[in-house]
């Protein structure tokens, strides 16, 4: 009587071979069953929304309420707050962003990802169901930064639709920056790497752009340098569409062309990595 041998789970090379012939409607079920898990995720251990929940707040408080004073024309902090805002949508996303390569950089060490290698499933899978959960949690603190700021006094005088304008373009752009970190979660060797690099390369992105401040405030050099800033493009197109102040068209434009760029180079070479990777 011969005995039953069960069938050898395929090697990860043969998983990538085979994801090219995975029909685009298992690729969205894979992809919808990934995002469930991590919303499961995120309900067992709400911990996992504390800079999404709380880091608005603090922002909010601490730039209007230390800061303003100074920052703020003729020390109004009311009118600092409508400038201050839109910029603060821009640094939540960045936020949501880096702790994600961090993340990834994690759930690699953890073998998180060596489970995932076994499950017969679309690899980029793995990865675009982590950016739908990501861009999320983007919408959800930037929904509680608008409820903090109205209490403070924020108000869009009726621009409801530009609003919302600013939120989406927001969450565009903040998708492409999880493009970016996740690339730099799979190439760097610690998640303490990741992290110590973002704080270097973001910090002088932040206050360098016209996140906090006017550019005409600074130096001439620095002002130059700062309109080229794409945190600069962001933070000016969301105060063009919610408030109606400075230029629209050529903020948005610019971007829709930054976030299209850095998704276009990000997204391919992450997900050739974390193939390559697991």
Known sequence: MTSYEAPPHPAPAALRRDEGRIAVRSHLRHTGALVRRNLLQIRQNPESMTDALLMPVVLTLLFVFVFGGVLGAGGDRTRYLGFLVPGLMVILGMTIAMAVGT?????????LMDRFRTLPIAR??????????????????IAVLLAVAALLGFDVAGRWPG??????????????????FML??????????????????????????????????????????????????????????ALGEG???????????????????????????FARKT
Not at 103 to 111: A, C, L, P, S
Not at 163 to 180: C, D, E, Q
Not at 189 to 209: C, D, E, H, K, W
């Open 103 to 111: 993340g990834v950089n994690d759930d690699f060490r953890t073998g």
């Open 124 to 141: 980029s899978s793995v990865l675009i169901a982590k950016v739908v959960v990501e861009t999320g949690r983007m919408l959800v603190a």
């Open 163 to 180: 609003l919302l304008a600013a939120t989406g373009l927001t969450a565009v752009f903040g998708t492409s920056l999880v493009w970016t």
């Open 184 to 241: 730099l979660g799979l190439t760097l060797r610690s998640a303490q790497a990741v992290q110590g690099l973002s704080v270097v390369v973001l910090t002088p992105l932040q206050f360098g752009s016209s996140i906090f401040v006017s550019p005409a405030t600074m130096p001439h050099w620095l002002e130059s340098l700062t309109r080229l800033n794409p945190l600069t493009h962001m933070a000016d197109a969301a105060r063009g569409l």
């Open 247 to 273: 230029p629209v068209a050529g903020p948005v434009t610019w971007t829709v062309l930054w976030s299209v760029g850095l998704t276009a180079v990000t997204a391919p070479i992450a997900l050739a990595k």
